[in-house]
């Protein structure tokens, strides 16, 4: 995702040449995707942004990853030989790059 900031006022100061930050993200389930998820999910995101030249205008991007539970078990390979059996396991998590 590409952010586009304007800025109302000009200043005859010095313009900032970029700008970061991290945030701690929390998804909570709503509506269909609650019926099957019941835990929150908890992450990282961040954003980075650079200034473009004196003007008062920033360009950058924004992304977060989040993880909300995993599952393993263990299942058979073949119905004929039920005695081989491998570990199944499945992460869920959530990528948001816009």
Request: hydrophobic share 35%; glycine share 12%; aromatic share 8%.
């Amino acid at each position: 995702m590409i952010v586009l900031l304007l800025c109302g006022a000009e200043s005859n100061a010095q313009a900032q040449q970029f700008q970061f930050g991290l945030d701690v993200t929390t998804v909570i389930p709503t509506g269909d995707f609650s019926k099957n998820v019941t835990n929150n999910g908890y992450g990282v995101g961040g954003q980075f942004l650079v200034g473009l030249g004196r003007k008062p205008l920033l360009l950058g991007v924004d992304a977060a990853f989040t993880t909300y539970g995993s599952d393993e078990h263990t299942e058979s390979i073949s119905e004929n030989i039920p005695e081989l059996e491998v570990k199944v396991r499945t992460n869920n998590n959530i990528g948001v790059h816009p």
